[in-house]
């Protein structure tokens, strides 16, 4: 490094002179417009802008001048530097924008590839449908019940008014536990729930009850000694079958769509009394039998425009009184439906077999379905 | 019960123009519910003509079969005269007899199209017909040969005789629509043409003619005898008897047309006018040939050591007692099962020429129990199971005998016994509004009163109350609330009105049902696929899973009544069903399966009498215990199991096998989900693999197994070896599960991590050193977790090298240079001390 030189008086620096310094500025600029990548400008920053480029030992000789040139050829120095640093400076934005575009380029990938490495299991369509059902009725603010299926034979019979000598007995295939003395039985309908609860809390009653049923049918496309069912019992002052009516066209409605309500046939429950068969207006036809092509007739339905769905009643108050439940203070109604059935009509299932014999592929279409 | 429309349009003016349809419709809306509508001429497009015989020509073939080449008269419906040649295989009739005959151009069920064909070296035009062929019903015989009397059309009167060419629908009363209805136990009265009649009736509001409403003779001493010892299970016994009866006089057409209609086949004529008696008016009858009587009837209880032989040709034994079989018997002993079947000894025979015809009633709980003992389910005990008119049987009796009079030639006897007399009829108060009360409905007391009267009670009014007697065919109604139903059911369901009932302030879904959605839900998100099983399973089963002979889960509930009886118990373990499941799966092609479970089992108690309680009160708190303590434990249950790839393979390289750990990591993995630590160690329990079974605890609580099953296990269920599994009580785990989440707290000072090296024996299980590390690093532990685990030359014979990773962190400061490393070095010092481990260098 060389300081100021007072002895020394030289008219002219060469480095400084200002076409030399505007020689070595358009020099700087063309080698960088040239550098074709970030390396190439990476060495070209070195030679042009580096410590030992010739404008930054052009900008060392400025001490060498006479005090009144030094002004001058700082400027014109710092200015050519600056410039050089400008362009450094774009050429690298324009190098970086490049170098990013083709990377990404080459970065490429078939996203067309398959990515199921893992499997995906799914939840059986009975526990779901059960699940969506009690939803239903947990909105209106009942309360869901369960109990268990080996189940006394006076809670599953003589309680809701089936006596040992009752024909509807005969009605309920029932499987009977050894021995004959436990008075035990596989539950044939989850109407024993519906006791417990009487037995076991103060109206008012409003709940509802999804569960497994035992019935000695062999399995076929449409029976299964294993089966589900949905049962509902309200039980308080003033309960008429209006509300029962009304709360089986609210739990229509919110299975099947808007329109979709019930009606009554008489029948014969002996936990009821009056009874009734609940049938659905078709969901698919909307009632009116005929299918889609409106020449054929309904394959849901059968064409009758309405489907079978459970039955129902006003509680017989003999069952209120083996409860323990004041027939005279209280009324109630309960309603009963086959949740396999109900899978089957509602999502085309046809046959029960799929349902309990395990092979993975009938539950998986359903996922995990809400 | 099947109901010809013709058969109950002659007790009712239904309207003409009333369609089946239309009847059926409102019989199924006043409570007969609608089986099947069947109208046997819609089935099939023409010509089908009747035909007489002309010749007949047998041709043996060379398979051994004879065929006949016939010609047949069809009058002008052929439109040429000519004689028909057809071919027929059947060889029940003769020349000159009447046949049906299908022309070419016509269709029989199933789309059968008929045309003149070649065959057997004939050009045959046309089939001769037979009962099946043309959806009638099972004909064994052959083709239908028309009777003497046929003619259209049937309603109960003889018609004009028909003639080659006629129309055969008319003839065969096929345009006569049949419903066929469901019959529920409280509308027995509804097992009758009878009973139906009325129905439409009411339905249509059109006047009913009681069929039963006729002029009986007095009771006299000069009728059979009979006597009753046990007036309780027989109230009424009537008998009256015939003599010079024709048993081989053919019944009638129109008979054998209605019986067939309603679904009962012709077989003589004294047995098919009890039959259609019975279906008219809904009283079984029984008839006896007197030659064969010895003395008088008898009805009482059997008793010890009795034998009878039943119609059906089935030798039974019966049973004694107060509460036994109820039997009719002469001095020769048992001669009928009461209501149910009459024994071969005294039946109606093609010899029988003087009848005792019995018309009884009798207990319906007693024919129950018989029916059921006995498993023999009769038309006639269908019946008295379900309650008869106890008033009828005088006038079903005298039916019978006017039937045997007209159509069998025969000569009433004067003697009518008459045993016994119907109970009184039965009186039900209600108060008048409590049809409105019940239903919802506006039903005033004189809409009530009305429907009442015309299901046949006599009603008398008396302020606010109503009291009604009840007809004899309706045993069913004696609530205030059976009251409410008929008042309804004619008012109209369809009338009721649709009212939510006001909502109470509910709880929401219980905790238990929220927390197993959520394992359905996480190990369905993890690839495991529910299924659902039967419980029922067999020894078997239990060998299959190589469960020693003392093994916990051997004890089970016994079903008395299996539906196979390889599986009579009720399942302890849901392992069987999902295991069963697994091996479906695979020998379908689903080599991959991954798939779980959630149901209950069954454990005994040893203390299973459940007592049977009155029912004209609530138990008493003792009664309920007693209920309570005598029904088995159920808890619910988890089981999965895995084979197969758990991963697939792909462009990212291998599949991964499902194994043991995929097993237990499921377990975790629904525990964690509710919140839970389980805690494993080793275990060897069937029907686990014993050196690859984890034991599932939280603190003492042992929740179940899971682990690789047991090669044995594997070859049983028919899955690769290596195939994992799981059980565990999900009852038990939710229990645990935490329903209040404590927050954590955490600081932004930095994490210090430090791995170690640990060489341990083979056996030592890695968990012991972690939780020695885990102890051993004291307060400033964060986490350890082991994420290498290696074995080779290097290590040492019977070594393995586990590393782990540990993070150190304070909660209110950054370590000082050099804590993390001590805590570090403390671990590793527990860890050597508690398990032998040398840290590697
Ligand atoms: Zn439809």
Redesign the pocket.
Do not use: A, D, F, H
């Given at each position: 490094m060389s300081g100021p030189n007072t002895e020394y008086d030289p008219v002219e620096v060469t480095p400084l002179r200002a076409d030399e310094v505007e020689a070595q500025r358009d020099a700087a600029i063309a080698a960088i417009a040239a550098a074709a990548d970030l390396e190439a400008l990476k060495q070209v920053r070195l030679e042009h802008a580096g410590d030992r480029s010739p404008l930054a030992l052009a900008n060392r000789e400025i001490g060498a001048l006479p005090p009144q040139a030094r002004k001058e050829a700082g400027a014109r120095v710092g200015q050519a530097r600056g410039l050089v640093n400008k362009a450094l400076g774009e050429r690298l934005a324009v190098l970086e924008a490049e170098h990013e575009e083709r990377m990404l380029v080459e970065e490429t990938v078939d996203v067309t590839l398959p990515t199921d490495r893992t499997v995906t299991g799914a939840r059986h369509p009975i526990t779901m449908m059960s699940e969506r059902i009690a939803d239903v009725f947990v909105a209106m603010g009942w309360e869901v019940a369960e109990g268990p299926q080996v189940e006394a034979e006076w809670l599953n019979f003589d309680a809701l008014n089936m006596g040992a000598d009752h024909p509807a007995r005969t009605m309920q295939d029932t499987f009977w536990l050894e021995p004959a003395e436990a008075a035990l039985v596989l539950r044939t309908h989850t109407s024993p729930v519906q006791a417990r609860t009487m037995l076991t809390r103060e109206p008012p009653i409003y709940v509802v009850c999804p569960g497994r049923v035992y019935r000695t049918d062999e399995i076929d496309a449409t029976h299964s000694p294993v089966f589900h069912q949905v049962e509902g019992l309200v039980i308080d002052e003033g309960i008429t079958m209006a509300h029962l009516k009304g709360s089986l066209d609210h739990f229509a409605t919110a299975m099947f769509g808007e329109g979709i309500t019930t009606r009554f046939r008489p029948s014969y429950f002996p936990f009821t009394e009056p009874s009734a068969e609940v049938d659905l207006v078709?969901f698919?036809?909307r009632g009116?039998?005929a299918n889609d092509e409106g020449s054929d007739t309904?394959r849901?339905?059968r064409?009758?425009?309405w489907i079978e769905w459970g039955g129902c009643g006003v509680v017989n108050p003999r069952v209120l009184i083996a409860c323990g439940v004041d027939p005279e203070k209280y009324t109630g109604f309960a309603f009963g439906m086959g949740i396999d059935r109900t899978l089957m009509f509602r999502h085309g299932a046809d046959d029960m077999r799929d349902f309990f014999e395990g092979d993975v592929r009938f539950a998986q279409p359903f996922g995990i379905e809400i | 019960m099947k109901a010809p429309v013709s058969w109950i349009r002659e007790y009712v003016d239904l309207p003409e123009q009333v369609t089946a349809d239309e009847l059926a419709a409102t019989l199924t809306m006043l409570g007969l519910k609608l089986e099947a509508l069947i109208t046997p001429a819609d089935a099939i497009t023409g010509p089908l003509v009747v035909g007489r015989v002309l010749t007949i020509e047998k041709e043996p073939q060379k398979n051994g079969k004879v065929i006949n080449w016939c010609t047949v008269d069809v009058g002008d419906a052929n439109g040429t005269g000519e004689p028909q040649g057809i071919i027929c295989g059947a060889h029940n009739f003769v020349e000159g007899d009447l046949v049906v005959v299908c022309l070419p151009g016509a269709v029989l069920p199933g789309n059968f199209e008929i045309s003149a064909r070649k065959t057997y070296g004939h050009i045959s035009a046309g089939m001769i017909c037979s009962s099946r062929e043309l959806g009638l019903g099972e004909d064994h015989d052959g083709i239908i040969v028309l009777p003497a009397d046929a003619g259209a059309p049937g309603d109960g009167q003889p018609a004009e005789p028909v003639q080659p060419g006629d129309d055969a629908f008319a003839v065969l009363d096929m345009f006569d629509s049949v419903i066929e209805f469901e019959i529920n136990p409280d509308r027995a009265y509804a097992l009758s043409l009878r009973g139906i009649a009325r129905e439409a009736g009411i339905g249509f509001d059109v006047p009913f003619r009681d069929p039963a409403d006729r002029d009986v003779p007095a009771a006299n001493g000069d009728g059979h005898p009979v006597v009753v010892d046990d007036a309780g299970g027989c109230p009424v016994f009537v008998a009256r008897s015939v003599t010079g009866f024709d048993p081989t006089a053919p019944t009638p057409d129109w008979m054998v047309k209605r019986l067939t209609a309603a679904g009962m086949r012709p077989i003589s004529l004294g047995v098919d006018i009890t039959n259609y008696v019975m279906l008219e008016l809904g009283q079984p009858i029984h008839g006896y040939d007197r030659a064969k009587l010895t003395g008088a009837i008898r009805v009482r209880r059997a008793t010890e050591g009795e034998r009878l032989t039943t119609l059906d040709g089935q030798k039974r034994k019966l049973s004694p007692g107060p509460s036994g079989d109820l039997l009719i018997t002469d001095d020769s002993g048992p001669i009928g099962i009461a209501g149910t079947m009459g024994g071969e000894t005294t039946e109606l025979s093609e010899t029988t020429t003087d009848v005792v015809i019995e018309a009884a009633h009798f207990d319906a709980v007693s024919i129950f129990r018989t029916e059921r003992r006995h498993k023999l389910p009769s038309e006639a005990s269908k019946r008295f199971e379900r309650g008869v008119d106890p008033e009828l049987p005088a006038a079903a009796a005298d039916r019978v005998v006017e039937l045997m009079v007209e159509l069998g030639g025969a000569t009433a006897d004067a003697g009518v016994t008459v045993v016994g007399e119907a109970p009184a009829r039965r009186t039900v108060t209600a108060a008048t509004d409590l049809p409105a009360r019940v239903t919802g409905m506006e039903i005033s007391a004189e809409t009530a009163v009305a429907n009442l009267e015309k299901v046949g009670c006599a009603v008398a009014v008396d302020g606010e109350s109503l009291t009604a007697t009840v007809p004899p065919w309706r045993p069913d109604m004696s609530d205030p609330f059976d009251l409410v139903e008929e008042v309804a059911r004619i008012v109209g369901y369809d009338m009721v009105p649709s009212v939510l009932p006001p909502a109470p302030s509910g709880r929401g879904l219980p905790l238990a049902q929220k927390l197993r959605r959520r394992v359905g839900l996480v190990l369905a998100g993890a690839g495991w696929t529910e299924t659902i099983s039967y419980p029922f399973v067999g020894d078997s089963d239990w060998a299959n899973l190589g469960l020693p002979a003392d093994d916990e889960r051997r004890r089970t509930i016994r079903m008395a009544n299996p539906l196979n009886a390889e599986e009579p118990q009720l399942a302890t373990s849901l392992l069987p069903g999902v295991l069963r499941s697994l091996g479906l799966n695979v020998g379908r092609g689903n080599a991959d399966t991954s798939l779980f479970e959630t149901g209950l089992v069954f454990l005994p108690t040893g203390d299973e009498k459940a007592p049977i309680l009155g029912v004209d009160r609530r138990p008493t708190d003792e009664e309920w215990a007693a209920i309570e303590k005598a029904v088995p434990h159920q808890p619910q249950h988890l089981a999965l199991a895995v084979t197969g790839q758990r991963e697939r393979p792909g462009w990212w390289g291998e599949g991964r096998q499902g194994s043991w750990a995929d097993a237990i990591g499921a377990v975790r993995e629904v525990a964690e989900a509710l919140g839970v630590q389980i805690e494993v160690s080793a275990a060897a329990v069937a029907p686990w693999h014993p050196g690859r079974c984890a034991e599932i605890r939280v603190g003492a609580t042992v929740l179940g197994h899971a682990g690789e099953l047991h090669p044995k296990v594997c070859k049983a269920y028919g899955v690769p070896d290596r195939s994992a599994a799981a059980e565990i009580d999900l009852d038990a785990l939710l229990s645990l599960a935490q329903a209040v989440t404590p927050s954590p707290h955490f600081t932004s000072y930095p994490v210090a991590k430090e791995d170690v090296a640990l060489v341990v024996d083979g056996s030592i299980p890695s968990a012991e050193v972690e939780a020695a590390l885990r102890e051993g690093a004291g307060d400033l532990l964060e986490s350890v977790r082991l994420f290498d685990v290696f074995a080779g030359e290097q290590i040492g014979e019977g070594k393995k090298s586990l590393a782990f990773a540990l993070r150190f962190r304070a909660p209110d400061r950054t370590l000082k240079e050099g804590e993390a490393g001590a805590a570090r070095d403390a671990a590793v010092a527990l860890a050597a001390e508690r398990t032998g481990a040398v840290q590697r260098a």
């Open positions: 078709c698919v036809c009116t039998g309904c849901t339905c064409g009758e425009g | -």
